[in-house]
């Protein structure tokens, strides 16, 4: 998946423990983006990260928070994750094979987590 | 994965047909479209975009046309195979510039042998 690596692949959590998901890249793009995905719901924006300790929300930001401290990485934290967090999370990165440069979007393969 | 399929609108189609896949987009303002597929249990590939100042784009055996008047994007593919069974995502920059993408929910095409 284009130099994106995400971890866990999977993970089943319980209600009330924190959790983390990683985005890794190697293609030193400047942005980085978290979604998430559920039935009926489409693709939805977490958070999104412009370099590195520059993150904004997007439309879905309650009950997570991101940081980035190289360029390479983007990490999701969920710190007391719920059951309506249960979904799977793609993570996001810039650039792609268009002309059009910084608005085309490459994904990681997913992280499912499932909040019991 | 699978769970992605559920309350989509679904394209049923033959082998060797020609599909196409609608969107209606709903920013005036938007400049700038994507399309993207996604398999089961996968992450969305990019297939082709467009820019608002054109109607037409063509790729290997796809075509975007866009109509702006109506905000409707469709995705044509030619000569549709098996392998192109997934879930197809359009996507709008909701801004001038760079922006963060408004995705729409999807349509599932099948394709039987």
């Known amino acids: 998946d284009a130099g994106i690596t995400q971890s866990p692949r999977h993970k089943v959590t319980e209600t009330g423990t924190p959790v983390t998901l990683r985005c890794h890249q190697t293609e030193n793009h400047r942005y980085m983006y978290w979604y998430r995905q559920d039935p009926g719901h489409g693709l939805r924006l977490i958070h999104y990260?412009?370099?590195?300790?520059?993150?904004d929300k997007g439309e879905v930001s309650d009950g997570y928070s991101v940081s980035r401290s190289k360029t390479e990485d983007f990490l999701l934290t969920l710190e007391s994750a719920t059951s309506s967090q249960t979904s799977v999370y793609f993570c996001?990165?810039?650039?792609?094979?268009?002309?059009?440069?910084?608005?085309?979007?490459?994904f990681g393969a997913g992280s499912r987590l499932t909040v019991l | 994965g699978e769970s992605v399929g559920l309350h989509l609108p679904t394209l049923s189609v033959q082998e060797g047909d020609n599909s196409i896949i609608n969107c209606a987009y709903s920013?005036?303002?938007?400049?700038?479209f994507i399309w993207y597929k996604q398999e089961s249990g996968k992450g969305p590939q990019f297939i082709i975009d467009?820019?608002?100042?054109?109607d037409k784009r063509q790729g290997q055996r796809v075509t975007v046309l866009l109509n702006k008047t109506v905000k409707h994007l469709s995705l044509q593919i030619a000569a549709t195979q098996p392998g192109d069974s997934a879930v197809y995502f359009c996507a709008e920059n909701p801004h001038s510039g760079y922006s963060t993408l408004t995705f729409g929910k999807g349509t599932m095409l099948l394709v039987s042998p």
């Open positions: 467009i820019r608002s100042n054109m």
């Open positions: 990260s412009y370099g590195v300790k520059d993150t």
């Open positions: 996001a990165i810039s650039g792609g094979d268009s002309s059009y440069g910084a608005n085309v979007l490459t």
């Open positions: 920013n005036s303002a938007s400049d700038y």
